[in-house]
């Protein structure tokens, strides 16, 4: 059984910050990528951002680029997603996903992400 867990949504003004966190957790889980979704009311699950632990490389969406970061420890299957300059539009439940290693790769879909944590809320006021 893994779990995921995120943790640090809130309510912040436009312009502000927030860093969200998620680790998971498994008796033998080694996770080849983590990612970021985002789900704002009414909208479909979208592609934030993902870490893939070789390398490290990350990759984000055009949204995001230049605003959030992700990092992360690895022997801690935990990931960080450090969001700076928020706009309203960013307004949304953010999921953490963790994926096996599968071929071929597919970051940006969620289909490719095995487990998925709760959802934190993260809410930017104008």
């Known amino acids: 059984q893994v779990h995921v ?10 312009g502000g910050s927030l860093r ?4 998971a957790s498994g008796r033998t889980f080694s996770s080849y ?3 970021w979704f985002r789900q704002a009311p009414g909208k479909a699950r979208e592609f934030v951002g ?4 070789s390398g490290p490389t990350t990759y984000y969406a055009d949204s995001v680029k230049g605003r959030f970061t992700i990092s ?16 309203p539009e960013d307004t949304a439940v953010y999921y953490c996903a963790a994926a096996l ?7 940006t879909e969620k289909e490719w992400y095995d487990y ?6 993260v809410t930017v006021s104008s």
Do not use: H, I
């Open 5 to 14: 867990v995120e943790s640090g949504g809130g309510l912040v003004q436009a």
């Open 20 to 23: 969200l966190s998620c680790a």
């Open 33 to 35: 990528a983590m990612g």
């Open 50 to 53: 993902t870490l893939r632990w």
């Open 72 to 87: 992360g420890d690895n022997a801690k299957n935990t990931v960080y997603l450090q969001m700076d300059s928020l706009k």
């Open 101 to 107: 290693f599968k071929f071929p790769t597919s970051y």
């Open 116 to 121: 998925w944590g709760q959802g934190t809320q």
